[in-house]
């Protein structure tokens, strides 16, 4: 049988690398800028973005957080508080040192007014934000403080990747102080859970939780834990951290309160975050050789209408006929949110016009034209079936099926990806099955390796290093679901224990 | 009799500026941070924010333009494209030069891992946006271009004041490409409008719109328009700027387009942005010396309810009641939004908390004690009416009313706001009133004159640079409403115009 060509070349199989790059392009979510590492959101991708923002700005809501917005820069001395903090971030931070232009003497300009302390762009917030909790906070009874910023973020990158890991990205950076160690333990796993939530019923993407190993903690925090989903490359892309922070920014910046019991006594901090990447997440999870495929809870449109006009007297027809329908369908809601419909009237082939809105992976096509009219009908197809499963449907049946039909697409999704998640996911018990597991079967392909692997680790270091080395290897966490009452022997090196870790290839 | 002792210390008359400070202060809407310049904009702020945008997004979503998101660093190379545009600008660039920290040998850290071109911090963001619409731009088909960003910006400040004039502040700022002149200057128009209707429809503020004069300019514009608002100081507050940019930044940009008839042209480009000064804009129109006065259609809340506890008995009747009376109103809409409604569990004396919400300019107050519920009523207070208006009433009728009391603040607001601008608005024709509207009354309070004037300009930049020197008055715009029938004489030199203008000392 000869192989149907697809929209996206290379396909997924051909090369997984290159495919991503090609369905950003073709459905037109971002592109890189003359800014080194910095990428431009298109409307498209932006407006995936928006809703991803809606969604958990209500669920972090519901759980009793308010918005703020604090400084872009951080003074250096700030930064420099907490050591260990400073020193995970100091390779990758952007630094202003001066405050105007001036000219050059060659017909350019140059940097002028230098800065007697330079500013850090802000890499993460924790310390400019603690310096401000250490004047808000006095007594117990100003605690908690449970603020979210939505903001832009700058780590200097040396390799990036569109929407996976750039220069500057989008992200919301939750940061809270609380009374009690319980209190802000128990923030931690909430945000987590929140975290978990929407990763799987928006976002249809099934994730582990778990906590991540010393090694890979967020510099300053005393616990990070993370929810990690497998890509189809078989990859794992860490999606959100929930970081519990113990007191240690509290005592750097100094936010002490008074306890109920007249104490002076230091507050126990959190914070979490997701980002942009989380647009990466959805096209490597469900995007396929036809491009991008968006959950229906997130997408920008839910519909678009296609009308297939011939001639002028079609378009007397057929226009008034889409624009009926489109508003019918407008007034219902899905996931509390009115139907987005596009009706794309642009003069373009109708073919080529119907796949670019499969490349952009909006959920449900609807084609019109004279003849569906005659017979009071529609053509759909469903963004998660074939080219050739599209089918006519009377127009009334179709408005009232288009809920059912989002909630099955969603729910597909998730199922899909979730069958896939657990097709790769093994259980291995000795060292030379785990490295023939990631060891690529074809030399010319060597991201096609096993996937996600489940074994017992001797929670040493060496280890860790060691498979990260030999393999490219990573612990990605340590799941939360452990059988305490078994034991096993590290995969690594053998020796006994009970802690189970999921090792993967990240992003 | 004598004075009532008022919340805000001191009051408007006595020092306005201080005032404005001390407002924002127990409205808890924004503090200094250590970042020099930068603030920090606190929940209760933030909230007035994101309101903000949800309507102005609504506003531009309407009018047909989408968001997307472009770097916030510019290379100082395209920066330096638009010669009068980078002029205007380099006395205020933030530049990043470097983009590691390293240790300074005394136990420091310094910048390090200089950049070969330095970086601009974006203060607007037209060169970026067009070196893109330079890329997607290739034939008519491609356009217009219409697109909004929501973003941060800096701009170096040496004097920067909460809100008003920050070196960090938050902002949207459109840009659109389009085929011909016309479409440029109605799609700059129909934004300026856009505004308008934003100002005073929500914000209940007032606004003049005009054009502004050459001096005034944004740098690189071909005409900049804008709306200004009468503070209560009888300042003027420029609250947003619509700029038609020709083809000017086309042309540096080189953003190029086949046109219908088969011809290489340059588009023809717009900007037009608001800020966070808004929120000082608001402050200063609507606030009195209890507070802030928030316009009930941008309120984060609607309604404080507050309930009364003297015992453990009333906790357990009244909480209830407002629970009960919070959900009813809650189901209520306002302005597309749901209701929201606050219940003030804190464990405050009663006086000061209801003071609280006063300050924080709350639209309205419920407070409900164990005789309310007896009698099934509410005590009601209005934040446009005096402490002592407030009245009880029945719940049901309460509930029935709250909308159309909103309304009226709303309505009231923009009506005293009108009538506060109209009689600080003349029309003056010699030098001699001019000079007299402009010096102050009493030497102690140089901030106390007569407000706006509508004169004749001979649109020479000699008189508006004399009325800037002696008396620290701009013209704020040329305004829109012309009789160009008549003429006059130029109020500062007195020779012959038929241009009226708007002066006004101003923020």
């Known amino acids: 049988m000869k192989k149907e060509k697809t929209a996206i070349q290379p396909t997924r199989e051909e090369d997984y690398s290159e495919w991503y790059q090609q369905v950003i392009r073709a459905a037109d979510l971002a592109e890189t800028s003359p800014v080194r590492g910095c990428m431009v959101i298109k409307p498209w991708g932006y407006a995936l973005w928006e809703n ?5 700005d209500k669920l972090f809501k519901e759980t ?16 420099e508080k907490e050591a260990e903090h400073v020193e995970g971030f100091a390779k990758e931070c952007a630094v202003v040192t001066h405050h105007r232009l001036e000219e050059d003497g060659k017909n350019g300009l140059k940097p002028a007014g230098e800065l007697e302390e330079p500013l850090v762009v802000r890499p993460t917030s924790e310390t400019i934000i603690g310096e401000m909790y250490a004047k808000w906070v006095q007594s117990y009874r100003d605690l908690p403080i449970l603020i979210n910023q939505w903001a832009n973020i700058v780590r200097w990158e040396m390799r990036t990747r569109l929407f996976l890991r750039t220069t500057e990205f989008l992200w919301q950076e939750g940061h809270t102080a609380h ?3 319980n209190q802000a333990w128990d923030e931690t796993m909430k945000m987590l859970d929140v975290y978990k939530t929407f990763a799987e019923k928006y976002m249809a993407v099934p994730v582990i939780t778990g906590e991540k190993t010393a090694g890979e903690r967020f510099p300053g925090a005393d616990h990070t834990f993370c929810i990690e ?37 230091y507050v126990w901090t959190t914070s979490w975050g997701v980002s942009t990447r989380l647009i990466g ?33 079609d378009m007397e027809t057929v226009l008034p006929y889409c624009e009926s329908l489109a508003a019918d369908i407008r ?16 003069e373009v082939n109708a073919g080529e016009k119907s796949w670019q809105w499969v490349k952009k992976g909006i959920p449900i096509t609807v084609e019109i034209g004279p003849r569906d009219i005659e017979e009071n009908s529609v053509y759909v197809g469903r963004r998660d079936q074939g080219r050739r499963d599209r089918y006519s449907q009377n127009r009334t049946e179709f408005i009232n099926s288009v809920i ?27 060292w030379e099955e785990f490295k023939v597991f990631y060891t690529p079967k074809n030399q010319e392909k060597p991201e096609i390796h096993g ?22 290897v990573t612990i990605r966490c340590i799941p939360f679901d452990q059988d305490h009452k078994s034991k096993g022997t590290c995969v690594i090196c053998g020796k006994e224990s009970r802690t189970e870790v999921i090792f993967a290839k990240a992003y």
């Open 52 to 56: 991803i923002q809606r969604c958990l």
């Open 64 to 79: 009793g957080h308010v918005n703020a917005y604090f400084p872009l820069f951080i003074p250096l001395r700030l930064m």
């Open 179 to 181: 009374e009690t160690r």
């Open 229 to 265: 989903a497998m890509m189809q490359d078989r990859k794992a892309l860490q999606s959100g951290t929930s970081h519990f922070l113990g007191q240690n920014f509290a005592k750097s910046a100094q936010i002490q309160y008074q306890s109920r019991e007249g104490q002076l006594e």
């Open 281 to 313: 997440a959805m096209i490597m999870a469900h995007g396929d050789d036809n491009g991008m495929v968006i959950p229906p809870r997130l997408a920008p449109s839910h519909v678009v209408i296609l009308p297939i006009i011939r001639n002028d007297s």
């Open 331 to 346: 007034k219902l809601r899905y996931y509390e949110r009115d139907l987005e419909v596009v009706i794309d009237k642009r």
């Open 404 to 430: 059912s039909v989002l909630d099955d697409i969603q729910n597909g999704l998730f199922e899909r990806a979730k069958v896939y998640r657990d097709a790769h996911l093994h259980r291995l018990t000795t």
């Open 451 to 472: 996937g996600f692997v489940r074994a017992y680790w001797c929670e040493d270091a060496d280890c860790e290093t060691r498979v990260n080395d030999e393999l490219g």
